[in-house]
């Protein structure tokens, strides 16, 4: 029988369950057997992984978080690693391993498709900043619990006659800040491709505040910085050469109520964004994903990515989606500008 292979890499994401059930449905059509490896790439070092099959994906769909378990293990920073990992395929019999994952777990996948591990990508993050994709599934669940957190920000800023600064994810990209800002008609939206200007940011606060209004909400991805100054919490760095960010709202909340004598507050939203269950368009994008990366095993694209392009999930060579980040564009950002203030 022939057998394929699916982890889940990186920080977990709405959707990574429609996907991992996608896969063995649409395996099981061609008769194949999926084996899902536990732990992201730290289950193909170690040759850790569950047969799945119809009972162990039933109910997974509308569930965060994934089934398989996630880490950020790097199997290309030891030689050894690459070896077990080759190792891991050919005791498996493996026809192809379906990698799905972010910058980090695909750039892995692309050097092992090098080393000549049949790969398949399948791309996930809820930073939506992976490059020759469209979207990643994830970032609209995330984009939308950070929309309804800001709305419920205005209402208590609006009580209190405060400005309201909060903190969201997007370590490189602010692609969440950014929709999530306008979706919440967020005051300022700052984000980790424009320096922040904190004279400016509190220029517009009190043009506002001058205007009549007695409340305002500043949105500011954790990536965001003063003087190309990421703010870091933790500066040990993970398998990947990333630090934690974090506690530029704080930083920022403490300026602006400074320099402007407004009371304010700082809410970080930190990995509320990234649990519990997807949102419709997750859940059917990462349906399709799944669809299409079995069919690209079935067509032997190794080294292919699944991508949504418009309407269309299609397929790209996994170099192209890892070479560079999809950041947002300074065009959408000065659309985003007209409702600053
Ligand atoms: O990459 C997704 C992400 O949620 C980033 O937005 C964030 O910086 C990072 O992961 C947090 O990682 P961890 O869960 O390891 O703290």
Not at 41 to 56: A, T
Not at 107 to 128: F, Q, S, Y
Request: aromatic share 6%; hydrophobic share 40%.
């Amino acid at each position: 029988m022939t057998q394929i292979g699916v982890l889940t890499g990186g920080g977990d994401c709405p959707g990574l369950n429609a996907v991992i059930r996608a896969v063995v449905k649409t395996a099981q059509r061609y008769n194949w057997r999926t084996l899902g490896f536990r732990y992201g790439w730290r289950g193909m070092i170690e040759n850790d992984f569950v047969v799945l099959d119809q009972n162990s994906v039933s109910g997974i769909l509308p569930k965060g978080g994934t089934i398989l378990g996630t880490s950020r293990t790097n199997p290309c920073k030891k030689p050894e690693h690459i070896a077990k990992v080759k190792e891991t395929m050919q005791k498996n019999n493996l026809a192809a391993l379906i990698a799905i994952g972010g910058e980090d777990t695909l750039g892995a996948a692309n050097k092992l498709h090098k080393e000549g591990v049949k790969v398949i990508g399948c791309p996930k993050t809820i930073d939506n900043d992976l490059n020759a994709t469209d979207y990643t599934f994830g970032f609209d669940t995330a984009v939308n619990i950070a929309t309804e957190c800001i709305d419920r920000l205005h209402t208590t800023a609006e009580s209190h006659n405060r400005v309201m600064v909060v903190e969201i994810m997007g370590r490189h990209a602010g692609w969440i800040a950014l929709e999530a800002g306008i979706a919440g008609g967020a005051d300022v939206i700052l984000i980790p491709e424009v320096p922040i200007n904190v004279d400016e940011v509190c220029e517009l606060i009190r043009n506002r505040h001058s205007r009549g209004k007695t409340f305002s909400i500043v949105a500011v991805a954790e990536g965001a910085a003063m003087e190309n100054q990421n703010i870091v919490l933790e500066e040990k760095l993970d398998a990947f050469g990333h630090v934690r960010l974090g506690g530029i709202g704080n930083r920022l909340g403490d300026l602006i109520e400074k320099k402007t004598g407004f009371e304010t507050r700082v809410t970080v939203l930190g990995h509320i964004q990234r649990g519990g269950t997807p949102t419709a368009f997750d859940r059917v994008l990462g349906t399709r994903f799944g669809v299409k990366a079995v069919e690209l095993v079935k067509a032997e694209k190794f080294g292919h990515m699944v991508s949504l392009q418009g309407r269309n999930v299609v397929d790209v060579c996994l170099e192209e989606a890892v070479g560079k980040l999809k950041t947002v564009p300074p065009d959408l950002y000065e659309m985003a500008k007209i409702f600053f203030g």
